[in-house]
């Protein structure tokens, strides 16, 4: 694959349309000005003319504003199974796929608020900077054990 305009735009819309079975957690940004932004700024971080960040910024990075309804949750947010296998959790999600992800970068919570999910319906939500992080949203502590299956079919 050679990595131009054209090809960094289809990774970016869709990584497992463009490289089937890769272990991307990023689904893609849909909107192609965002495509457009992105390239840009990459080409001008390749030219060393990237605007800096602003020093008064730090620290809020990834942080959101509000809470999440994850009641709200699309399917690919949805998951229906969860199977620990070796060092690896692999996480089934409504909309079909399935997801690999190494244990030290997959958490556990609870939500039990009106935002949180519903009872037997995780949700999983990324984090870290870098996308190669999610936490698993239950609505009860007592779910945990109850969902996850040791399996390594």
């Not at 965002?34 to 910024?57: F, H, S």
């Amino acid at each position: 694959m050679v990595w131009n305009d054209a090809t960094l735009d289809q990774w970016l819309a869709d990584p497992e349309r463009l490289v089937p079975g890769n272990s991307m957690t990023f689904p893609g940004l849909k909107a192609s000005k965002d495509r457009q932004d992105v390239v840009a700024y990459l080409k001008a971080a390749a030219e060393n003319k990237a605007p800096q960040a602003d020093q008064g910024a730090r620290g809020t990075m990834g942080m959101r504003a509000q809470k999440l309804d994850l009641r709200k949750a699309p399917p690919e947010g949805q998951v229906t199974s969860i199977r620990y296998c070796g060092d690896s959790y692999t996480v089934d999600t409504a909309d079909g796929k399935s997801q690999k992800i190494w244990e030290f970068n997959l958490r556990f919570k609870t939500d039990s608020s009106r935002s949180g999910p519903l009872p037997r319906k995780p949700v999983v939500i990324g984090a870290g900077m870098q996308g190669d992080r999610a936490s698993i949203v239950f609505a009860s502590p007592s779910e945990i054990n109850e969902f996850i299956k040791v399996s390594c079919r």
